[in-house]
């Protein structure tokens, strides 16, 4: 089981405009979904933090139906898609559970940045599958927020005809 991050960036290095907007993303539509259907399929526990959770619940019905979800939140929540549960108690306490109960599929870091960078201040984030699009925000929520440096590997890599950059890292 490995925690993974699989996220879209611009290039400039934001994940959302100031406003929290991904609409940004919706001039890119690769026919192969950027191995988005592949990646589902190993994924058997999502981890999510309440402003992203928020924010998909916005965009339709839920979308991951069928895998475990934990929302990062010290805010009750009403309506809980199934098997979704809000998880109070800390990120470390939720690494630690999902390592004791997740041992076949992978663990999606679905974001937003505050989630991701709590994870990867645990040294917990074994994979980073980034998407670099080719579009300059200028301004807007970064990927990574604090957290200290992180040196990474370069482990894959691949430039898809519309010019978005897939870019794989694993810790050094």
């Given at each position: 089981?490995?925690?993974?991050?699989?996220?879209?960036a611009?290039?400039?290095?934001f994940?959302?405009?100031?406003?929290?907007?991904v609409?940004?993303?919706?001039?890119?539509?690769?026919?192969?979904?950027?191995?988005?259907?592949?990646?589902?399929?190993?994924?058997?526990?999502i981890?999510?933090?309440?402003?992203?959770?928020?924010?998909v619940?916005?965009?339709?019905?839920?979308?991951?139906?069928?895998?475990?979800?934990?929302?990062?939140?010290?805010?009750?929540?009403?309506?809980?898609p199934?098997?979704?549960?809000?998880?109070?108690?800390?990120?470390?306490?939720?690494?630690?559970?999902?390592?004791?109960?997740?041992?076949?599929?992978?663990v999606?870091l679905?974001?937003?940045?505050k989630?991701?960078d709590?994870?990867?201040?645990?040294?917990?984030?074994?994979?980073?599958?980034?998407?670099v699009m080719?579009?300059?925000?200028?301004?807007?929520i970064?990927?990574?927020?604090?957290?200290?440096?992180?040196?990474?590997?370069?482990?894959?890599?691949?430039?898809?005809?519309d010019?978005?950059?897939?870019?794989?890292?694993?810790?050094?």
């Amino acid at each position: 089981m490995e925690f993974r991050v699989y996220i879209a960036a611009s290039l400039d290095g934001f994940v959302a405009s100031a406003d929290g907007s991904v609409d940004w993303l919706d001039a890119f539509h690769d026919p192969e979904g950027y191995g988005y259907d592949q990646f589902l399929q190993q994924i058997d526990a999502i981890v999510i933090g309440r402003k992203t959770f928020d924010q998909v619940l916005g965009f339709g019905p839920w979308p991951y139906s069928g895998i475990d979800t934990y929302v990062l939140t010290s805010r009750p929540i009403e309506d809980l898609p199934p098997q979704t549960v809000a998880w109070p108690d800390g990120v470390a306490a939720l690494a630690e559970h999902l390592r004791s109960t997740t041992p076949q599929g992978d663990v999606w870091l679905l974001g937003g940045p505050k989630c991701i960078d709590a994870v990867r201040e645990l040294g917990a984030i074994d994979l980073y599958e980034i998407y670099v699009m080719p579009v300059l925000l200028g301004d807007g929520i970064p990927l990574f927020m604090d957290g200290g440096m992180s040196s990474l590997r370069l482990v894959d890599s691949r430039v898809y005809a519309d010019g978005v950059v897939k870019l794989v890292y694993r810790p050094a």
